[in-house]
């Protein structure tokens, strides 16, 4: 192993540019600090696929979770999904190979796809923040959302992701190696003046604006329940509000969890703007951006273990399955021979599966 050489490869010196550097020609497996990335990715992305799956079949198959929130919701784990299965592959295998190898092409196509997905995914977050706001403040307009002001704001959000992501194909921005030159995105370190406006600007308008629609929106929602308790000292709270009060600290802890994983990314991303990159501790170089690709995997798990009709949904849906499809065992085998035995006469029925 050639520590010293891993690390200048890793945020070193600059590197040659173009294919000679994406497509590893110094190839290599990864340290360990990669290969426990790597590990750490294959356990996500079995637990994102299951958790977003699980999560999307539920609200599909129980109509009664179709809210126009929960639409929303949605539309955040599908982008969740689509990001564990687009994006974690070209994770874990350049952790394992120590560099990504994939190429000049693949490299601009990841940090695009993944762009689009990114913002979308944090713009969604700022309307359930905005959706709740509106509902608990009572706005009439609340009542006039419906299924098709929720897709079409949707297919809004993810049509502002393209917005932002196409650019840096065209000439404003650039997509390259990220400081651990082991995936790609956003080129954060090219001091272009083309390119730094095109970063103030990403950063400005995603990061921090949507960061300011959360924050308010939110801010809102606790001063009208602190209110609302306030004024109703002796009288208890209706199962409306105290569901939409429910579902807004969902939404808030899905929207922490996200800040709380981007937030590194960011203010690495900054830093690297403005300073020399092999300054940079390849630890943060490594974690700060595969800690935020981990966002994905959080809102599921915050979501599922939050919402009491989603949990109970999923976990009727799940004791029924197996209900209907026991495990093979001595106990179901011998039921099994037992009910076959005393119903040898009438035909058999076939298994019905209600999802």
């Not at 297919?155 to 650019?167: E, S």
Request: net charge positive.
């Amino acid at each position: 192993m050639h520590h010293e050489n891993e690390t200048d490869g890793l945020i070193g010196e600059e590197s040659p540019s173009g294919d000679d550097r994406l497509l590893g020609n110094q190839s290599h497996y990864g340290d360990d600090r990669q290969i426990v990335i790597g590990v750490v990715f294959v356990v996500l992305m079995i637990l994102g696929l299951l958790l977003n799956s699980a999560v999307l079949f539920t609200f599909k198959s129980t109509p009664r979770l179709r809210t126009h929130t929960n639409m929303f919701i949605m539309g955040c784990v599908g982008g969740d999904l689509s990001m564990v299965i687009i994006g974690f592959p070209f994770i874990i295998i350049p952790c394992f190979r120590g560099l990504w190898d994939f190429g000049e092409v693949m490299c601009a196509s990841y940090g695009f796809m993944m762009s689009v997905l990114a913002v979308a995914n944090m713009t969604i977050l700022a309307v359930i923040a905005v959706d709740r706001f509106i509902v608990i403040m009572n706005f009439r307009i609340a009542k006039k959302i419906t299924r098709f002001h929720c897709v079409l704001i949707l297919v809004l959000c993810y049509v502002y992701g393209l917005c932002w992501a196409t650019p840096p194909l065209l000439g404003w921005g650039n997509f390259d190696l990220e400081p651990n030159r082991l995936t790609c995105g956003p080129d954060w370190r090219n001091g272009d003046s083309s390119v730094r406006s095109y970063n103030y600007a990403l950063f400005t308008m995603i990061f921090c604006v949507s960061g300011t629609v959360i924050f308010v929106s939110y801010a809102g929602i606790f001063l009208q329940v602190r209110k609302h308790r306030i004024n109703s000292v002796s009288v208890p709270l209706t199962a409306t509000r105290l569901l939409e009060i429910h579902v807004a600290s969902s939404a808030f802890l899905m929207i922490m969890g996200f800040f709380a994983a981007w937030s590194p990314y960011a203010v690495l991303s900054l830093w690297t703007m403005f300073n020399d990159v092999s300054k940079l501790s390849p630890t943060v170089a490594i974690f700060a951006p595969m800690f935020a690709k981990s966002a994905c995997v959080w809102n599921p798990l915050i979501y599922a273990f939050k919402n009491n009709e989603l949990r109970n949904a999923l976990f009727n849906k799940v004791s029924r399955s197996f209900r209907q499809n026991p495990l093979p065992g001595p106990e179901n085998g011998s039921r099994e021979r037992k009910r076959n035995g005393n119903t040898q006469s009438r035909p058999a029925r076939p298994i019905e599966i209600n999802v």
